[in-house]
């Protein structure tokens, strides 16, 4: 690999890679090879026996290399092979994307652009994300658990709902596993998940997607408070461990990556709505906070921030409300810079009377949800969790414009291709 020739272990090389960069002179040819741990130059003399070859070679050919490593400051990476030996494994024709770096070309040839080295570096940093994720919940004594995909009813609103045929029967992808983590909750009370989600959602920002990962945990005997804590340590465990070990693909995407200080600043969504009408917003105490709005609190506390306390009529059935104001709820979105909200969390409803009333409230048919209301008669208790996009993070972390790029093939409402 050519990572282990960037760290002068190796002076006799032979490996295998792509052509990323070509050119050529009179008396040689030197070929940029890359493969997933690096890039590396590599020289062709005229009169070598592979100088045919050399000439051959187009971009993103594939190729197998034998040669001499030699130290050389000018060279990407600080090293240089001297070629001995080069074979075409697959020529490729004239590669499509030198000639054109639009935005929607670039998304009709994703299964290209992926091998371009600001891709290759935001698959590897999610990759890192994601065990990170899995490191952290696994240390507070979480358990995984893998949800369903396929699901009788809605989570967030019918509005949202993919409907599928289920042999005959109305089934919907999954748009949060959290109904189900309420059950498994009940058994094994610490549990997380990272898992796909969809939302027929038919908005066209560069923060939605249909189908996303979403990390998402419950816990019984948890509070919105404890929610907000567990949601904290979480994203500053991820920030820390990626600035630690990505450097190489941070220095590629020319990012730093900025580690907040604990605790995140909390406000209530009635605070939230006072400072966005000093601001010239007009939001109403029952109005949902926007992306325009979230992005505009987030920059005056230049940072994440906490926003709870929602009034009921926005968020979701399952939320619980309290005792002494009932036209709010305990729920909670963390709201981060150039993003808006990455995730929502908080306490659900734990009493079956309350839960039967929001249903009620939401139109939802009962005999869809029966299984959960057994939840509310057989033992209930206070429970809560949260679900954060995955994508949004990243981003957010990265500085991205848009969640698109940490998807390998982005799904939105106009793109199915490739």
């Given at each position: ?157 019918g509005s949202t709902l993919f409907e599928v045929d289920y042999f005959g029967k109305k089934a919907y992808l999954t748009q949060s596993w959290q109904l189900y983590a309420e059950a498994i909750a009940h058994a094994i009370e610490k549990i997380y998940t990272i898992a796909p989600s969809f939302r027929a959602e038919a908005s066209h920002t560069s923060r939605h997607v249909t189908e996303f990962w979403h990390i998402e945990m419950e816990q019984a005997h948890a509070t919105m408070q404890d929610i907000m804590k567990i949601e904290e340590d979480m994203v500053l465990y991820v920030l820390k461990g990626v600035a630690k070990d990505c450097k190489k693909e941070l220095e590629e995407l ?165």
């Amino acid at each position: 690999m050519i990572d282990e020739i960037l760290s002068g272990k190796v002076k006799k090389a032979s490996f295998k890679g792509w052509v990323y960069r070509k050119r050529e002179q009179k008396d040689a040819i030197f070929l940029i090879i890359r493969d997933s741990t690096g890039i590396i130059q590599c020289i062709i003399k005229k009169g070598d026996k592979s100088w045919k070859q050399a000439q051959k070679a187009t971009i993103e050919s594939s190729v197998e290399i034998t040669g001499t490593a030699k130290k050389d400051k000018r060279a990407p990476g600080g090293y240089e092979i001297k070629v001995d030996a080069l074979k075409i494994i697959g020529l490729a024709e004239t590669y499509p994307i030198s000639r054109d770096l639009s935005t929607e070309f670039l998304r009709d040839v994703r299964h290209l652009w992926l091998r371009s080295r600001k891709i290759t570096a935001l698959i590897k940093i999610s990759s890192k994300v994601s065990g990170l994720v899995h490191e952290f919940f696994r240390k507070q004594g979480y358990t995984e658990i893998h949800p369903p995909m396929f699901v009788s009813g809605a989570c967030e609103g019918g509005s949202t709902l993919f409907e599928v045929d289920y042999f005959g029967k109305k089934a919907y992808l999954t748009q949060s596993w959290q109904l189900y983590a309420e059950a498994i909750a009940h058994a094994i009370e610490k549990i997380y998940t990272i898992a796909p989600s969809f939302r027929a959602e038919a908005s066209h920002t560069s923060r939605h997607v249909t189908e996303f990962w979403h990390i998402e945990m419950e816990q019984a005997h948890a509070t919105m408070q404890d929610i907000m804590k567990i949601e904290e340590d979480m994203v500053l465990y991820v920030l820390k461990g990626v600035a630690k070990d990505c450097k190489k693909e941070l220095e590629e995407l020319k990012v730093k990556i900025d580690i907040p200080k604990k605790p995140f600043p909390k406000i209530t969504f009635d605070e939230a709505v006072k400072r966005l009408k000093a601001k010239g917003f007009k939001i109403g105490p029952e109005d949902d906070l926007g992306a325009d709005e979230e992005k505009a609190l987030a920059k005056d506390f230049k940072g994440p921030v906490f926003v709870y306390d929602y009034p009921r009529k926005v968020k979701a059935f399952y939320c619980k409300a309290y005792k002494d104001k009932p036209d709010y709820v305990m729920s909670t979105d963390l709201i981060v810079p150039r993003v808006g909200e990455i995730s929502t969390g908080g306490s659900r409803v734990d009493d079956k009377k309350e839960l039967i009333e929001r249903m009620k409230e939401f139109g939802l048919d009962r005999k869809d949800y029966e299984w959960y209301i057994d939840l509310r008669k057989y033992g209930s208790v206070p429970h809560a969790g949260f679900g954060m996009g995955i994508e949004r993070l990243i981003a957010w972390m990265l500085k991205l414009e848009s969640i698109y790029d940490v998807l390998p093939f982005p799904r939105t409402p106009k793109r199915l291709y490739p």
